[in-house]
């Protein structure tokens, strides 16, 4: 694995009996990278996702995940990552401390640790009024950034986030994408998946998959520039309609 790259993905393949959900893909992700990582339903993203994060094992091919293989080391895998899911991941039936203090114990932190990052997470995103609130009270888009720092807790290499911003306002989701880059910034690589053809300008490298198979990968600018397209909605309706 090449010292620069935090994913290394060859020919990976994933088949349920006669299909193939996921059909020899390849790519490479570096630290600090936004990599979007399109596909319409049943393309073979979500399966993908589940290879990468160590929760499925492949049928053929490669892969690496923070330097650790896809076949053997899916637990190492899991350590050093961290993970959104589509839908909220967090506890409704506990407080915001509660839960990110909960998260900090799984995640192996220390109570001293896990009081600091609590408190800096309160500061930062200015929790401390509803600290004691029942996250279930919360507006989505609270939810959805707090998960989403919560994932950081443990400074992993690389945060995976499903469709993170569905169902939330164009405030929260700009205010998001916002923590996105300031994550990224700081190194972590953001792998992420997105039905909001305006945030995949958003990615510094966009991938999009079509029945299985990446048909384009690419920045944003030069996919635009290579399908004759004005905006990534525009290619990503080229390439899903053949």
């Given amino acids: 694995m090449k010292p620069e790259n935090v994913i290394e993905v060859e020919n990976l393949s994933k088949q349920f009996g006669n299909f193939k959900a996921v059909d020899s893909i390849s790519f490479e992700l570096k630290k600090g990278e936004i990599f979007g990582f399109l596909g319409a339903n049943g393309a073979g993203k979500t399966t993908a996702m589940k290879i990468l994060i160590g929760i499925s094992h492949p ?10 293989d896809v076949y053997k080391e899916t637990e190492n895998i899991k350590k050093n990552i961290g993970y959104m899911s589509q839908k909220f991941a967090l506890y409704d039936d506990l407080t915001v401390r509660e839960n990110i203090m909960f998260f900090g114990g799984i995640y192996g932190l220390s109570r001293k640790i896990i009081k600091e990052k609590t408190k800096a997470l309160e500061e930062e995103l200015q929790l401390q009024d509803i600290s004691n609130q029942l996250v279930g009270s919360l507006p989505l888009g609270w939810k959805q950034k707090l998960s989403f720092s919560v994932a950081l807790l443990h400074q992993p ?28 910034d700081q190194g972590t690589t ?37 399908f004759q397209a004005e905006s990534m909605n525009e290619v990503f309706l080229k390439l899903a309609r053949g």
């Fill in 157 to 184: 290499k690389i945060v995976f986030l499903d469709e993170p911003t569905g169902g939330v306002d164009p405030i929260t989701r700009r205010q998001f994408w916002e923590m996105i880059y300031k994550a990224a």
């Fill in 190 to 226: 953001i792998f992420v998946t997105t039905h909001y053809m305006d945030e995949a300008e958003y990615c510094d490298r966009v991938s999009i998959m079509v029945n299985g198979r990446i048909e384009a990968l690419d920045s944003p600018k030069k996919l635009k520039q290579q």
């Fill in 59 to 68: 049928s053929s091919g490669k892969a690496r995940v923070a330097g650790f």
